[in-house]
Antibody, heavy 124, light 107 residues
Framework: EVQLVESGGGLVQSGGSLRLSCAAS????????MDWVRQAPGKGLEWVGR??????????EYATSVKGRFTISRDDSKNSLYLQMNSLKTEDTALYYC???????????????WGQGTLVTVSS | DIQMTQSPSSVSVSVGDRVTITCQAS??????LAWYQQKPGRAPKLLVY???SLQSGVPSRFSGSGSGTDFTLTINSLQPEDFATYYC?????????FGQGTKLEIK
């Protein structure tokens, strides 16, 4: 069974930092592009960023709203994904989902598997 | 950034109805569009990718169509478990963007 389990969320003051982790199991996560998607309380979905696989040099992409503040990394030896969040703002308050993209070309832009999310609250 | 606009924002429907949700992109995205279903307190679930390809395990009453800037998600014969919020998402170019969501409510 595919599982993505996020951890590391919590309450942090504006300007602070937090590191989220995601443990993947039940599939060959190393082959997949991995993403973070967030959802502010009562709001819609917002894509945060992506890290590609080793074959694609672990290259990354970010949403405009987080570029320069957030960094995505992965450790394939641990089947883990990370999101380092710096200079946090109150508008970063959200449930953060770890997501794996589909493997084939038609599906690599779609978010196939989702974790249950970890809540980040940024106070002023 | 590509803007994705869904309509309607919410709709009241009955079990057994057919419902169509539309999603319009601010520029052409070919067929790089996905649809998701989200129920309260749950993570989203992938329904359709590449505009019309049904994700494994998704009932055949769900279907997607469209290309370029205009897309639709159709649900035939609505079931009680289909009442949820639906999102479209473009995967044509970074940054990926979602529509604002369409909430299906029971009439």
């Amino acid at each position: 069974e595919v599982q993505l389990v996020e951890s590391g969320g919590g309450l942090v003051q504006s300007g602070g930092s937090l590191r989220l982790s995601c443990a993947a199991s039940g599939f060959s996560s190393n082959d997949h592009y991995m993403d973070w998607v967030r959802q502010a309380p009562g709001k819609g979905l917002e894509w945060v960023g992506r890290i590609r696989n080793k074959a694609n040099s672990y290259s990354t992409e970010y949403a405009t709203s987080v570029k320069g503040r957030f960094t995505i990394s992965r450790d394939d030896s641990k089947n883990s994904l990370y999101l380092q969040m710096n200079s946090l703002k109150t508008e970063d308050t959200a449930l953060y989902y770890c997501v794996s993209a589909g493997l084939d070309l038609k599906k690599d832009g779609a978010f196939e598997h989702w974790g249950q999310g970890t809540l980040v609250t940024v106070s002023s | 950034d590509i803007q994705m606009t869904q309509s309607p924002s919410s709709v009241s429907v009955s079990v057994g109805d057919r419902v169509t949700i539309t999603c319009q992109a601010s520029q052409g995205i070919s067929r790089w569009l996905a649809w998701y279903q989200q129920k309260p307190g749950r993570a989203p679930k992938l329904l359709v990718y590449a505009a019309s390809s049904l994700q494994s395990g998704v009932p055949s009453r769900f279907s997607g169509s469209g290309s370029g800037t205009d897309f639709t998600l159709t649900i035939n014969s609505l079931q009680p478990e289909d009442f949820a919020t639906y999102y479209c998402q473009q995967a044509n170019s970074y940054p990926y963007t979602f529509g604002q969501g369409t909430k299906l409510e029971i009439k």
